[in-house]
């Protein structure tokens, strides 16, 4: 810094002439180490106080002054060649003071000449005024001053006393007249903004009565329906008009319905649907000349505001332009108080508006518009509620439920509860009205002058579906085109300079900005630069990390290319963008699908993986020609092809019984946009509602003792420094900026950014960042059985066939091709397994029926399927004439073949062996069935079972007639397949990991309980030697049978079992139950005692997985482990969702793993509580350091009277604090899962521990260095006596010993808060392998004792540590320094 700024600093701290410099609880240099009275000292160099008489001949005779002959001793005590009144006006005797203000004693005083400064040879610090007056006095020849010197308003001119010293008091501060240019200018645009407003409220409470009254009557009309908000019209979500080939059905105000829900098919051709979230209120707006100029006149108040702080600040430094330009507070009369009290009013009043601003963003524009009904406007703004979603909800003491319940209130109040979001309302080509709301188009519904989207119903039953394979005329596209927008999810992802404003608008930035600018105003602009900066480092990571992300799922959004479409009779080639519900689309090998479609003929192969996480393609099949419902969440799904998946292979039907045939595999638009599946799952990661983790809610305790402290510190402050309001303030505001450091954002996400970046090197990858917190905590792990726990193809194991004639069992065999005739064909076409490529594609356990039949399959089928059986067979070749697909709610599947040796046609049966049970004729099915297929579960063991019978006729054409009830009922029941369950090679390590991880272990399976009972046991779910008791039911109305599964007797008491405990102070009894008996204890309420007992789900539907899921949600944070498929519902409703699938990123669940082991969840939990602990170590260092700066080293400073140097401030703010954070990030996760979670709470014993542990050491040691001090005999009587420096040379509040010790303690406490906290093998690697904090802690530590041990050098010197000027190191025995030092002043 140089001499220009270090005067320029100087003359900040003028202010504290004012301030009261001694120390409170001891005299300065008074008593040395051991008690006795300080010896006195010599200090040289002490300027006199000019002496002031009534005459010039009263002066001493070495103070007369002598003038030359052409000039004049005036009364500013110099000579002059005229005493102009100017010069008359600096008489230093009236101290600054004129006119009534200067008392009448001073009137008349005259200066002598001034005194030569004087060395005191026996200087008492505690007494120093009377010393320098007597050395003064001595000086002037003053004998006995006592008697006839006074001091100045003290002392006046009179009787004995015959000259008065200048020690003038404060001078009265100028202040403004008020009518000054620049605040005439300041009320005039101030009160012309407050007049504009004024006007423009009175303005809109009268336009908008109208529009208020008629809405006001609307709703009431619809009070009997759901109330709606004064600015919207809502009627009944369910009412709707049915009718056919209308275009606009519906009478629905689009409110209050659930996001996720599309409203209820119709058999009709459109209809409006309503998707806005429940609770979700549309308002309509429109642009006013004079509204439009208020808005536009605050947002220029506010830069003026802004620029006037600006121009303040220029002043300060003299860096105004014109006259100005040079001279220091020339704007507030060259006083320096003055302009620190006009920016710190200024700058309240801008932080006011600033924060105001903040809290009216929402809608602060809308104000300025005028209301009107949605259907009128320029503009709708959409407000929907922020259903928070909380995870670990506290049980929360007293302070917190009261701290909350404020917190609530207040962010009600200030609608901080909800979302606004403003979107103009446009017009397409043909002027029809409409607007988009979360990538979905409203268009306007003329009946109702309501907003809604737009779903055209392309029918409900397979015929309907089937009759629209002609496709839509031009005409229609062009209609519906205008109406559903186009197909295509935009996600828009702002630019780098927008990525930064959107950060920057965020309240944490504006507060830390606000406070900068006290920084650069007030001579610390160097530290306000370096704060800035990390300020921009905090923001680059979160705007670098959010942006990778948004990037990411735009690549999984958009979509667009060419596909074959009919339309008018034509086939054409259109771009996706442009398809519509209703469309016909060839599909294509290697397509890309961008919306749902039905399959209207032929067979496709579908890669789902991205989709749902399935990681195997998935064949699906045409609907049926007849009158069955169609039923996407049943037996539709396999008709379904969803948006976001990929074709693999398709094969043309020709020739077929009951679908459409077709040389081209045709599929009927159904959803496009975001109204496809697809489409739902985007809005859900584009438009979240907002996870709050415990943290969250103790944090607004933690901001309250913040708040707290700082009033603390402020009071310390003006109780220690003793000065004026204005001092305390500015020390007040640097205090408090530094209390939360401007790190805290990045530190809380940066440890999540480093556990995704390691996750995606596991090949685990992340499309939602912050739910890496949430795996931090998870307490339960909901695994599916097949795929995930098992081996994804199951291992044949044989069969046991029915000998027909006795209704018995034959022997069990291995042999498959060794069973009867009949078994043996519907082991090799009752299935849905296709050839891709030579690969076979289908469900696993198809897949290996298949090939346990070594039969193959004809590329080039007469109807849906040919199969050529084994050669050894001799049963010729099989025709698969119809086939319905495996359904969860039938548990069942079946074939017609055609067997082309005999030409007689069969029917196959093929399902559970419950099922199968239930549909067989009695005298088929062995007396000992049951016990059979659970003994075989007992040996875990996946069973099917399989039923025939022969069909009457033998025309394939005819077998189109009959439904499926039709073709299944009256089978006979031919055998049992039987398949290995097979655990992969790595699922025990990993069930023994999670356990050691203290996380329950749950099996979610479609599974008969049997077999997952015998997993769960081998791969450790289920300890050794535990009782399982299995509960069943044959429907959810009977009553639950408890049967112990090892012993098989009946339990009637499972109570008393629950509560044996083992010696590890567990249960020493596990439950199992069905699909069924799960039903009836959610009914019952039961499942919620034995929700926690229950360690395997069995016999689960899809929806069943969602409910067993959300179960556990309402007591743990639950994860939900599957390889997609019939997982997908449950890995989107979980806490955290894991998709074992071989894709990349997938859309269905936050986490998807190509490792297709349960290892991927132990990894992704080590990973995210290394990220959780990382995140919370970074927060205590953060918090520490606030600590050390705005309490250590802000109480030493307020009580000494001392400072840290600028250049020690930037390098632990910018070098220190910023380089411990982020090595702090490069910990490892601990080799293994440890006994307990990270803690999530901030106000826990564990955080509490640690913070206040550090906190308390640093003052012990800090204080305790204090202490070792004032016992050196070297320190005492050389104590930095504030009473003896000029206040206004700031820098010299770091050259003394009080400040070194300070320095060097503060800066050491800093470095080792950041490897303090690195401790923590728990959840991170041993301290010692972070090797980049374990470097920098080492380089800092070696920079900084380098300064203090080292003999002086320039590094010390840089620093004002352990140094001094040339002449006292060369006193000390040192060699001269080569380098500039900063003069020091004594």
């Given at each position: 810094m140089g001499f220009r700024g270090l005067a320029k600093q100087a003359a900040t701290f003028a202010l504290f002439a004012s301030v009261s410099a001694s120390q409170l609880w001891h005299d300065v240099n008074r008593y040395d180490a051991h008690g006795n009275e300080c010896l006195y000292r010599e200090k040289s160099d002490v300027v006199c106080s000019r002496l002031c008489v009534t005459g010039l001949s009263s002066c001493p005779t070495s103070l007369q002054p002598s003038c030359p002959d052409n000039q004049l001793f005036c009364a500013d005590g110099e000579c002059h060649d005229e005493c102009t009144d100017d010069i008359q006006a600096q008489n230093p005797c009236h101290c600054s003071r004129s006119g009534n203000k200067l008392p009448s004693e001073a009137q008349n005083l005259v200066p002598c000449l001034t005194i030569p400064n004087v060395t005191i040879q026996q200087f008492h610090a505690w007494n120093s005024e009377e010393d320098i007056r007597i050395a003064c006095g001595?000086?002037?020849?003053?004998?006995?001053?006592?008697?006839?010197?006074?001091?100045?308003?003290?002392n006046w001119i009179g009787g004995d006393i015959e000259a008065v010293w200048a020690e003038c008091p404060a001078a009265p501060t100028p202040n403004y007249k008020y009518n000054e240019s620049y605040w005439i200018a300041t009320y005039a645009v101030n009160g012309a903004l407050a007049l504009l407003i004024l006007v423009w409220s009175v303005y809109k409470g009268f336009a908008e009565q109208s529009v208020r009254a008629a809405t006001l009557n609307k709703t009431s009309g619809a009070e009997n329906h759901r109330p709606g908000s004064q600015e919207s019209i809502v009627a009944d979500?369910?009412?709707?008009?049915?009718?056919?080939?209308?275009?606009?059905?519906?009478?629905?105000a689009m409110l209050n319905l659930p996001s996720d829900s599309p409203a209820g098919s119709m058999n009709t051709d459109s209809n409006f649907a309503g998707v806005l979230a429940e609770g979700t209120n549309l308002s309509g707006y429109r642009n006013h000349i004079l509204g439009t100029v208020s808005v536009w006149s605050i947002g220029v108040c506010t830069l003026l505001w802004i620029c006037l702080l600006g121009v303040l600040t220029a002043d300060y430094y003299g860096k105004l332009p014109g006259w100005r330009y040079g001279k220091d507070f020339s704007l507030a009369f060259e006083s320096d108080y003055l302009l620190l009290a006009t920016f710190l009013i200024l700058w309240g009043i801008s932080f006011i508006i600033c924060v105001s601003l903040f809290i009216l963003k929402p809608y602060l524009r809308n104000y300025f518009r005028l209301l009107t009904l949605p259907a009128d406007g320029q503009y709708v703004c959409a407000v929907r509620p922020l259903n928070e979603i909380k995870v670990m909800e506290d049980n929360a003491n007293k302070l917190q439920r009261s701290i909350n319940t404020f917190s609530e209130r207040l962010r009600t109040r200030l609608g901080r509860d909800k979302e606004y979001t403003t979107c103009p309302i446009e017009k397409t080509s043909e002027g029809r009205i409409y607007f988009t709301y979360q990538c979905t188009r409203y268009v306007l519904d003329e009946q109702t002058q309501q907003y809604a989207p737009y779903e055209f119903d392309i029918g409900t039953s397979h015929r309907r579906l089937i009759q629209q394979a002609d496709g839509l005329s031009g005409a229609e596209v062009a209609y519906r085109l205008e109406l559903v927008g186009p197909n295509f999810i935009e996600v828009k992802v702002p630019s780098i300079p927008a990525a930064f404003a959107r950060e920057f608008v965020s309240f944490f930035y504006l507060y830390q900005l606000i406070f900068l600018w006290a920084f650069y105003f007030y001579a610390y602009w160097q530290v306000g630069l370096?704060?800035?900066?990390?300020?921009?480092?905090?923001?680059?990571?979160?705007?670098?990390?959010?942006?990778?992300?948004?990037?990411?799922?735009?690549?999984?959004?958009?979509?667009?290319?060419?596909?074959?479409?009919?339309?008018?009779?034509?086939?054409?080639?259109?771009?996706?963008?442009?398809?519509?519900?209703?469309?016909?689309?060839?599909?294509?090998?290697?397509?890309?699908?961008?919306?749902?479609?039905?399959?209207?003929?032929?067979n496709a192969i579908m890669n789902e993986s991205s989709l749902t996480g399935e990681p195997l393609p998935i064949r699906k099949f045409p609907v049926r020609i007849d009158d069955s419902h169609y039923n996407v969440a049943e037996a539709g799904k396999m008709s379904t092809l969803f948006a976001g998946t990929v074709v693999s292979q398709v094969q043309p039907v020709t020739k077929s019984t009951d679908s459409l045939e077709s040389d081209r595999v045709l599929a009927l638009v159904r959803f496009t946009g975001t109204m496809s599946d697809k489409g739902q799952l985007v809005r859900r990661i584009l438009f979240p509602n907002p996870i709050s983790f415990i943290f969250n809610e103790q944090m607004r305790i933690v901001v309250c003792i913040l708040v707290l402290y700082s009033i603390f510190v402020m009071a310390m402050a003006a109780y220690l420094y003793q000065g004026n309001a204005v001092a305390v303030v500015f020390y007040g505001i640097f205090a408090i900026s530094q209390l939360l450091s401007p790190l805290l954002p990045a530190a809380l996400v940066i440890g999540q950014s480093v556990a995704a970046t390691r996750l995606r090197k596991k090949k685990?990858?992340?499309?939602?960042p912050q739910r890496i917190m949430t795996a931090g905590k998870v307490q339960v792990l909901c695994a599916d059985k097949t795929g995930t726990l098992t081996r994804d193809n199951l291992e044949h194991y044989g069969g046991r066939c029915i000998d027909p004639a006795t209704g018995k069992f034959v022997e069990f065999t291995s042999d498959l091709l060794a069973?009867?005739?009949?078994?043996?064909?519907?082991?090799?076409?009752?299935?849905a397994v296709a050839d891709l490529n030579g690969q076979l594609i289908g469900n696993p356990v198809d897949i290996e029926q298949f090939r346990a039949s070594k039969a193959t399959i004809d590329p080039q089928p007469e109807y849906l399927d040919a199969?050529?059986?084994?050669?050894?067979?001799?049963?010729?070749?099989?025709?698969?004439?119809?086939?319905?697909?495996?359904?969860?709610?039938?548990?069942?599947?079946?074939?017609?073949?055609?067997?082309?040796?005999?030409g007689k046609l069969h029917v196959f049966v093929k399902g559970s062996f419950e099922r199968l049970k239930a549909i067989s004729s009695a005298r088929s099915v062995p007396a000992d069935y049951d016990e059979a297929c659970a003994d075989l579960a007992r040996e875990g063991c996946y069973v099917l079972a399989f039923a025939h019978k022969t069909l009457d006729t033998a025309d394939p054409a005819r077998v189109g007639e009959f439904t499926q009830d039709e073709l299944e009922s009256g089978c006979d029941m031919l055998g049992l397949l039987v398949f290995k369950n097979m655990l992969k090679s790595d699922t025990a390590q990993a069930i023994a990991e999670l356990k050691h991880g203290s996380t329950r272990t749950v099996m979610i399976t479609g599974d008969t309980a049997l077999t997952g009972i015998v997993i769960a046991r081998q791969c450790g779910m289920i300890p050794e030697n535990t009782r399982v008791l299995l509960g069943e039911c044959k429907t959810p109305a009977d009553?639950?049978?408890?049967?112990?599964?090892?012993?098989?007797?009946?339990?009637?008491?499972?109570?008393?079992?629950?509560?044996?405990?083992?010696?590890?102070?567990?249960?020493?009894?596990?439950?199992?139950?069905g699909g069924a008996a799960f039903e009836r204890l959610c009914a019952t309420g039961e499942i919620d005692t034995l929700l926690f007992n229950i360690r395997v789900f069995a016999r689960m539907k899809p929806t069943h997985k969602v409910e067993c899921v959300e179960h556990h949600m309402k007591y743990a944070v639950t994860a939900m482990c599957g390889d997609g498929g019939n997982d997908s519902l449950a890995l989107r409703a979980a806490h955290v969702g894991i998709a074992l699938s071989d894709a990349e990123a997938s859309i269905v669940s936050p986490f998807s793993a190509s490792n297709r082991s349960v290892m991927s969840c132990v990894e992704l939990l080590r990973q995210s509580r290394a990220g959780l602990a990382t995140s919370f170590a970074n927060f205590t260092a953060l918090i520490c350091y606030g600590q050390v700066m705005s309490g250590i080293v802000k109480m030493c400073t307020f009580y000494f009277s001392i400072s840290i140097t600028q250049n020690l401030w930037m390098l632990i703010d910018g070098g220190v604090a910023t380089g411990m954070m982020i090595s702090i990030s490069m910990s490892g996760p601990a080799e293994r899962l440890a006994p307990s979670r990270p803690t999530s709470r901030i106000l826990g014993p564990q955080m509490l521990a640690s913070i206040g542990g550090i906190v308390m050491i640093n003052w012990v040691f800090?204080?305790?260095?204090?202490?070792?001090?004032?016992?050196?005999?070297?320190?005492?009587?050389?104590?930095?006596?504030?009473?003896?420096v000029n206040l206004n040379m700031w820098w010299l509040l770091g050259d003394n010993y009080e400040s070194s010790i300070l320095s060097f303690v503060c800066t050491y406490q800093v470095i080792n808060n950041g490897l303090l906290v690195n401790y923590g093998y728990l959840h991170r690697a041993k301290w010692y392998k972070n090797y980049t904090l374990l470097t920098l802690w080492a380089f800092l530590i070696a920079f900084i004792s380098y300064m203090l041990l080292a003999d002086p050098n320039r590094v010390g010197c840089a620093f004002r540590l352990n140094c001094g000027t040339p002449s006292a190191l060369e006193k000390l025995g040192y060699k001269s320094p080569s380098w500039y030092i900063e003069p020091y002043i004594n």
């Open positions: 001595a000086e002037a020849n003053i004998t006995d001053q006592s008697k006839t010197v006074g001091v100045w308003d003290k979500s369910d009412s709707n008009i049915k009718g056919t080939n209308e275009k606009s059905t519906v009478e629905k370096v704060d800035t900066g990390v300020i921009l480092l905090s923001a680059t990571i979160k705007v670098v990390l959010r942006v990778q992300s948004e990037r990411r799922l735009k690549q999984m959004a958009e979509q667009e290319e060419t596909t074959p479409v009919k339309r008018d009779g034509e086939w054409l080639n259109v771009s996706t963008r442009d398809l519509v519900p209703g469309d016909v689309i060839e599909v294509t090998t290697g397509a890309h699908m961008s919306c749902d479609c039905v399959l209207l003929s032929g685990i990858y992340c499309v939602d069973t009867d005739r009949l078994f043996q064909q519907a082991v090799a076409s009752c299935h199969i050529q059986t084994a050669p050894d067979t001799n049963l010729g070749k099989i025709h698969v004439v119809r086939r319905f697909q495996f359904v969860h709610a039938r548990a069942s599947m079946s074939v017609v073949i055609l067997d082309e040796s005999t009553e639950i049978q408890w049967v112990d599964v090892d012993t098989r007797e009946p339990v009637a008491d499972i109570q008393s079992h629950l509560a044996e405990l083992g010696s590890d102070g567990f249960s020493t009894t596990e439950l199992a139950v800090s204080v305790m260095s204090y202490v070792w001090l004032f016992t050196q005999d070297w320190f005492r009587c050389n104590e930095q006596a504030a009473s003896e």
